[in-house]
């Protein structure tokens, strides 16, 4: 059977990024390496590494669709086509990640350079990554990667992955996303777990980002609503969008929207604290800074460096199944 195309409406939206942060006060370099003990089982608790970028992605979705439209494929499936110049193969942010005044390691997400095929699907292969600094890691040491195979037409998730290393804390999740059975499948260290139903289109909690991305307006003072599928269930989320600043980082000053994702239930980003993201106000919203609280100060995510990346042609995917 042949693709046909649907049109879709095509729903207005805006923009979003920015603050927050606990710095230490009175606290030099000697403080910093005794309190680096006392931090690391907060660390360890609120999994906050890769959960700030996590979280980053989770607030993403809860916006309306952008333009676009749908194909119904070989299998019947009614697959959403987004239209999409903000990101694209190649892309790579980098960021410092600061404990307080101190830079206590590194973290990114890129998109790989190449299309992958998943469930007769191609996707975006998007990697996200954590890693403490030598001096960190002689107390805490963290070696996180996260893997999310992203639909290349509809911006929504196939496949997520993630392992994380942190001190004496090592954990391995993969999900398997049926979308057309409306299925996902969860393994725990390779063994099979739990099957839980999802809603069409779910995002997890990396895709989520990069479907925000396309978004092309959103709302000072508003408040958002969506559910995010998270490792065995989906939960819902708030997301409210505080203000419009400047940001200075090392990779250069942003006009950014701010916002608040708010669980409304406990996941695997499960809430300790504030959680602020700033994405910034153009047609990229580049992800320019994240701020989380943690049992003794914050920690935050700034960008140092980032590179554009190259849209895929939907053109070129229309005869796929």
Known sequence: MENRRIKSPSPRAKALVYDYSTPLKGAGPARFIGLLKDV??????????????????VAASALPAADGGFLIDDTGFLV???ENQAF???????????YGFITAGESGIEILPELITHRDASCY?????AKSSPTFSAFFKVRDDIH????????????????????????LKVVDYDQRGGQAFMYDDGVPKDTSDIPRFVQDAISALYYFRLQP??????SYFVEIHDI??????????????????????????????????????????RIFIWFSDDEY????KMDSKVLIGSISAQLKEFKRGTPVDLDSLQNEK
Not at 125 to 129: M, Q, R, S, V
């Open 40 to 57: 690391a089982p907060s660390l360890r608790a609120g999994r906050k590494w890769l959960g700030i970028l996590g979280l980053l992605g």
């Open 80 to 82: 959403r086509v987004l």
């Open 88 to 98: 694209g193969l190649g892309e790579r942010f980098v960021y410092n990640v600061k």
């Open 125 to 129: 292969h998007i990697h996200t990554w």
């Open 148 to 171: 999310s195979y992203m639909d290349a037409r509809g911006i929504f998730t196939w496949y997520f992955e993630k392992r994380l290393n942190e001190g004496s804390y090592h954990d």
């Open 217 to 222: 307006v959103i709302e000072v003072g508003q």
């Open 232 to 273: 065995r269930k989906t939960y819902p989320m708030r997301v409210d969008v505080m203000a419009r600043e400047s940001v200075k980082v090392e990779a250069g000053t942003f006009v950014c929207f701010k916002v608040e994702p708010v669980l409304e239930s406990a996941g695997i980003f499960k809430q300790k604290g």
């Open 285 to 288: 919203r580049i992800p320019v």
